[in-house]
């Protein structure tokens, strides 16, 4: 098979090969463009053979073919990075960039691009997230590197000790940590890992039935489209505030606690692109006796607005249409178009 045979069979579903220019918008199609371009300047087929695999890291991702049915420098890496969406393929580029001796002319104007596009602009640290019991004490153990200990209550939450990638923290990510962080065996297969994992995540919901069916809903995702897709965090901790009010109160302050000091959800799209999802009971509006609070609802809506301005994206769902019959099927509807948007 040639790439001028009318790129035929398992080839035929991929892109032709264009000329390469300098893009204004980064997509799928660009990007991939520039990775192309900028390998095939650098090395020859025999050296991508064993670069990609074995210096990059990449998998072949063609089920019917192999790297050997590839017989042109084009055709052999798109066969490494075939249907790679924009994060994977922004975070290949940086791995390229950092990895191996190429030109950055291709990629750096993409990759700048990127950055400037919005979302968070610093990497994700200290992800410490689903708590079922009393709320963690932490120190700074390093305030120049921002290295934070929980000191007391480390057993009631988790805590994310690894980088980020660059393309997202996936579900799959987070079993390879949790059968490290629980010494599970080997031969115990990722799906069992992963069930064990998730009844942990889904006890810090501490029985709330709305946020339940939000994150059953995404669950089900995993089986539709393997583990290998974002993960659904649950209370994650955006703030902390060591002290609470009736702590303030016998000091004789009168400044409440930092406002939202969890998430409810958060998924990591990317390295800059976080999106966190809020259930709203009636305690996010509302006095203990159901009468409307405004002071509730400004501080509400001033933190999503802080939270937007730091490049977080926020959706809420309100208590009462989770309670309705059709949640379920609206839920996921949301994570379908929520998804596409991030590709």
């Not at 968070?120 to 200290?126: E, I, L, Q, T």
């Not at 200990?149 to 480390?154: D, G, L, S």
């Not at 309100?318 to 949640?327: D, I, N, S, V």
């Amino acid at each position: 098979m040639r790439e001028h045979d009318g790129v035929t069979n398992w080839w035929s579903n991929l892109s032709p090969p264009e000329q390469a220019v300098r893009p204004r918008t980064v997509s799928v199609r660009t990007l991939s463009q520039a990775i192309e371009n900028t390998l095939m300047d650098a090395f020859s087929h025999e050296a991508l053979a064993v670069i990609l695999p074995d210096e990059v890291g990449l998998r072949w991702m063609v089920p019917d073919a192999t790297p050997a049915d590839a017989d042109t420098k084009r055709t052999l890496i798109k066969g490494y990075v075939a249907g790679t969406e924009v994060p994977g393929l922004i975070a290949l580029a940086r791995r390229i960039l950092t990895e191996l001796e190429v030109s950055p002319q291709l990629l750096r104007p993409l990759l700048a691009e990127y950055d400037r596009g919005g979302g968070v602009g610093s990497p994700a640290k200290n992800l410490i997230f689903a708590a079922n019991g009393p709320k963690p004490e932490l120190v700074l153990r390093d305030a120049v590197s921002n290295d934070i200990e929980i000191v007391r209550n480390a057993e009631h939450c988790l805590v994310y000790e690894l980088e980020v990638p660059v393309d997202g923290l996936k579900f799959q990510h987070l079993i390879d940590w949790w059968r490290s962080h629980e010494g599970l065996p080997d031969e115990l297969d990722d799906r069992a890992v992963g069930h064990r994992l998730h009844a942990r995540l889904r006890a810090s919901l501490a029985g709330n039935g709305a946020e339940e069916l939000v994150f059953d809903a995404y669950a089900a995702r995993y089986r539709a489209h393997s583990f290998n897709i974002p993960a659904l965090i649950p209370q994650v901790y955006l703030h902390y505030d060591p002290y609470t009010a009736r702590s303030r109160a016998s000091r004789g302050e009168s400044d409440v606690p930092l406002a939202r000091q969890r998430m409810d959800f958060l998924i990591l799209f990317s390295d800059k692109h976080r999106v966190v999802l809020e259930v709203d009971g009636r305690q996010h509006y509302a006095d203990a006796d159901g009468k409307a609070n405004t002071r509730l609802y400004a501080e509400m809506v001033a933190e999503d607005r802080r939270l937007r301005l730091a490049g977080y994206e926020v959706y809420r769902f309100g208590g009462q249409e989770l309670a309705h019959p059709g949640a379920g099927a609206m839920l996921a509807a949301f994570f379908d178009k929520l998804a596409d948007r991030m590709k």
